[in-house]
Structures are given as C-alpha cells and as structure tokens.
Nanobody, 114 residues
C-alpha cells in the first residue's frame, strides 16, 4: 500500500520559516520524481517545487530564492524548506510522487499570518 505522510505545517508569522516533510512508503522512492504542490482557497493546485530522481530541481517563480526542496533516499523522505514566508504562501501543501503512476499525500496546512 502506497502512503505519503506529510508533516511540518502550521501557523507562522510573515518572514518566518517552516520545513515540510513527506515520508513515503510502498514505492521505490529513489526512482520517483517528488514534488510539492499547494492549493489556496478558491485557487487551482499549483506546483511549488520538484526534484527528480537525479536531484535536479525546479521551482515556481513565486518561491525561487525562498524555498528549497531536497530528498533523502535512504529515509524515503522529501523536504521543503520554506524561508521568508509571505501571507500569499498560505495554502494546503501536498506531497506528490511520479514515476509510472502518480501519488498524493493528504496535505498539510500552512498559514502565514501575523
């Protein structure tokens, strides 16, 4: 059974930092491209960042220079370090894994507010 479990979300003030984690099980993690998506109320889900099996990264323009995606294949975990958070970063963040199939986590809420 494939399972993606996200953690690390919460409430943070503008300018603060959070680190999201997504632990995967039931897949060969190392061959999957892993990504973080987010969905704000009333908006479509959008790609935040992705990292390939080889470690190549891709970021949405809105988070470049502030967010960093990384992976630990030994722990089957992908991370999203989020710095200099802004209110517009408020959303539910979802972990995604793709190879032959596509898998999603259940999402974790990130709220940036003073």
């Amino acid at each position: 059974q494939v399972q993606f479990v996200e953690s690390g979300g919460g409430l943070v003030q503008p300018g603060g930092s959070l680190r999201l984690s997504c632990a995967a099980s039931g897949i060969i993690f190392s061959i999957h491209t892993m990504g973080w998506y987010r969905q704000a109320p009333g908006k479509q889900r959008e790609l935040v960042a992705s990292i390939s099996s080889r470690g190549s990264t891709n970021y949405a323009d809105s988070v470049k220079g502030r967010f960093t995606i990384s992976r630990d294949n030994a722990k089957s975990t992908v991370y999203l370090q989020m710095n200099s958070l802004k209110p517009e970063d408020t959303a539910v963040y979802y972990c995604n894994g793709r190879y032959a199939y596509e898998y999603w986590g259940q999402g974790t809420q990130v709220t940036v507010s003073s």
